[in-house]
């Protein structure tokens, strides 16, 4: 534990030589690769979301690659298509040319631009880490981790993502603006004249899958396992809550728990990382009650109620 | 791993003892205050049994129910939740559970059973005990008591019964058997179908059972006292025997028979004893 400690450590370092502040989003995503799941991530412009997770990328030693959504995108921009290809001898075949899916590290921008069809399309790689363009099925190189975002503004000609597909995200992670100490460092570091130095690979890709193996080992006390239960159910049939989380949300918070637990060097799980992780694994699978907004209430208004009862 | 396992099984018995300890010494001064109370009200004292084996059933179910874990991490902050994951996962082996449980027995190094043992307590629940014993005896040797609860209860049962026995007699007495009887049957005997004369044979024998037998049973008791001592005094006793003892034998066994036939008998029998001999 205390070397996985270091690791996490060294790793968060390195990255926030490039990226200022934005912790809670970095350690987060670092969960979410460890629980082999996937993250929505949802913020305003320029708040250095591409940074944060190309600068994870770079430091875990794993291919990036970066999908604009747009209402134009087509599934085969995303995962490939046949080309045809002529030999030197003249004769032609086809060849299919991979698409920007065949990376370890893909962030999907602004996924609620994108046509259902496109989501889609996106949505069967994150769950099945495959790839299917007409009779072929391309396995996907491990470890494979999406980053969809979402802009919470600008909702005009867009296609939000359907509840049924959002509940598989792990997380939603919400990226807040910077404080006026680490903006004022943002602006040091990127309008002085000094180039920021290439980060190190601080993980390999086996290490890495290393430790998504060992996530599952962390263990958890069962009081602890039913007050993360108590949480999740505790959606369901609740005034402020239209639609409840699914099962797939109580798996997720104690995946997730684990993951932060050995994030922070410990070799258990404590109460602290299921309250602290519940909110971005809600937060995306729970509808409001009009009740809830007529009180100007926000999901982790919600959130927060369903942790005091649970306690 | 079996030196964690042994240091779980020992903390659980640890204080499963510590508790069971404490819980016996308070049944014990519960029943030395109940046996106190009872002998003070004059009361069969053997009842004072009873709250303090209802306390010691009910505290041990509850006791034993508690997490035993818990009470630990309470005292000792350092092993919250930590403590009662590593023993959930004892049967369990992996890098990351060996290394926590390695980490809570260093930890656990700490613990000093000592500090679930409540010294004061039990000091105050041994005076207690000494305390109490020592009013019992006084209490039984100078016969001390404030209210005679027993033979409260004993007139009570007497005069009760005796009070729903009089009204009865009187209830009864206004209405007699026989008219009862004409009652039920006077439909009957004004038509002369009435045969109750025949079916509860004699009259004069159905009176017999409408005769109202008292019984009256009285508690028996006796009561050592110390305090109704008093001198013997001096009994003169009647003397009943005869003056003249004598034996006479009784007429039953006198045999009137004829010296000559005396005679036959003695030879019969002398003649079967040299028979024998021979």
Partial sequence: MKSCKEITEGLFKEIHRVVVGQD???????????????????????????????????????????????????????????????????????????????????????????????????????????VTVGTQTFKLDLPFFILATQNPI?????????????????????????????????????????????????????????????????????????????????????????????????????????????????????????????????????????????????????????????? | MKNFNNFIKEIKSTLTWYFIFNNILTSI???????????????HAIYAIVPSIIYFIVSTYVRLKENLIKNVEKKYRMLDEKLRTASQYSNFTNPIVDELKLDVIREAGTIRSSEFFHTNRTIIKIFLCVGLSFAIIFASLFDAYFFNMRSYIDDKMVSIPNQIKDQIRQIEEKRKPADIMSELFNDDIKAGTASYKDIYGKGSLAKLGDEIVNVELQSYGYKLSLKNEQEIESQEFNEVFPTEIYAQGAGAYKENIAKDDQEVVKKYFSKIARSEVK
Avoid: W
């Fill in chain 2, 29 to 43: 001064v519960i029943f030395l205050f109940s046996y106190l109370v009872l002998a003070v009200i004059s009361f």
């Fill in chain 1, 24 to 130: 809670d989003v970095i350690e987060q995503i670092f969960v979410c690769i460890l629980c082999d799941g996937n993250a929505l991530l949802e913020g305003y412009p320029g708040l250095a979301k591409t940074l944060a997770i190309k600068s994870l990328a770079q430091v875990m030693d794993l291919k990036f690659s970066r999908i604009q959504g747009t209402p134009d995108l087509m599934p085969s921009d995303i995962t490939g298509t046949n080309i045809i290809e002529e030999s030197s001898a003249g004769k032609r075949n086809f060849k299919f040319q991979q698409g920007p899916i065949f990376a370890n590290i893909v962030m999907a921008d602004e996924i609620n631009r994108a046509t259902p069809k496109t989501q889609s399309a996106l949505l069967e790689a994150m769950q099945e880490k495959q």
């Fill in chain 1, 154 to 311: 600008e909702q005009e000609g867009t296609y939000p993502l359907p509840e049924a597909q959002a509940d598989r995200f792990l997380l939603k992670i919400k990226v807040n603006y910077p404080s006026f100490n680490e903006e004022a460092e943002i602006v040091n570091m990127y309008s002085s004249a000094n180039k920021v130095q290439g980060l190190k690979v601080i993980l390999e890709k086996e290490s890495i899958l290393n430790l998504q193996g060992l996530v599952r080992q962390v263990p958890i006390a069962n009081d602890l396992k039913a007050k993360a239960l108590k949480i999740v159910t505790g959606t369901r049939n609740n005034s402020l809550i239209q639609f409840g989380a699914s099962p797939r949300a109580s798996i997720g918070i104690i995946l997730a728990s684990k993951a932060y637990a050995l994030i922070k060097g410990r070799n258990y799980v404590s109460s602290q990382d299921i309250e602290t992780i519940a909110y971005p694994i809600l937060r995306h699978r729970i509808i409001l009650s009009f009740e809830a907004e007529r009180k100007g209430m926000t999901t982790d208004d919600a959130i927060k109620e369903i942790i005091q009862k649970a306690k």
